[in-house]
């Protein structure tokens, strides 16, 4: 079974403060894909960026940068001088490596980041 | 402009009425979703199409029905047998071969 988690509900920054969200999931497959999606207050989800398992190389576009750790099944996303606009609900979504049912995202519960002026 | 259109943005029905939830898009994606979403909780998948006449029911269907008569139209149909309805629905498309599903802007549903 595959397991996400979340376990930040909240998190409340000052506005050019840098923030990290986390995202747990434990899995036995080896191939999947993890992805990272916004939800601002109007309610439509945003695509972010997405990784695959076998790729453990970080990644930095912009003010968003991603850490990937295959053996801690972490992939943990961080804001850089956080900015009022960011503030929205960030949910991880992975998904399993093959066809079939496997096209299914599992989201976690999502932690809503608060960015205060 | 292309992009995933869901109308309308709130909904109000009353309990034992069936409902339809519009979902359009003219990406030319293959594949369609609904999700469900409830207050402070992640999105779950009800139903999913890869290709036209062909759907699939994904973790919450029982209560829903869905079509997937033209590629480009996804519709929901909320059943008066659905037990707790009132909630944000979400539709998604994905190009074929693509992983990245991309999300219309919700209907929020409620039924009283």
């Known amino acids: 079974a595959q397991k996400v988690t979340q376990a930040q509900t909240e998190i409340s920054v000052v506005e050019k403060e840098d923030v990290t969200l986390d995202c747990v999931y434990e899995t036995r497959d080896t191939t999947y894909y993890l992805f990272w999606y916004k939800q601002p207050p109007s309610g439509e989800l945003v695509f972010l960026i997405r990784r695959n398992s076998f790729d453990e190389q970080n990644e930095i576009s912009g003010r968003y940068s991603w850490n990937f750790q295959k053996s801690t099944s972490s992939f943990n996303f961080t804001i850089t001088a956080s900015q009022v606009v960011d503030s929205a609900v960030y949910f991880c979504a992975p998904r399993r490596g093959s066809g079939g049912s496997n096209y299914k995202l599992t989201f976690g519960k999502g932690t809503l980041l608060t960015v205060n002026p | 402009d292309g992009g995933i259109t869901q109308s309308p943005k709130y909904l109000f029905r009353k309990e034992g009425q069936n409902v339809t939830l519009s979902c359009e898009q003219n990406l030319n994606h293959d594949a369609m979703y609904w999700y469900r979403q409830d207050p402070g909780q992640g999105l779950r998948l009800i139903y999913y199409?890869?290709?036209?006449?062909?759907?699939q029911k994904g973790d919450i269907a029982e209560g829903y029905s869905v079509s997937r008569e033209k590629k480009e139209s996804f519709p929901l149909t909320v059943t008066s047998a659905q037990k707790n309805p009132t909630a944000f629905y979400l539709c998604a498309s994905s190009p074929w071969g693509s992983y990245e599903q991309y999300f219309g802007p919700g209907t929020r549903l409620t039924v009283t």
């Open positions: 199409s890869q290709i036209v006449n062909d759907f």
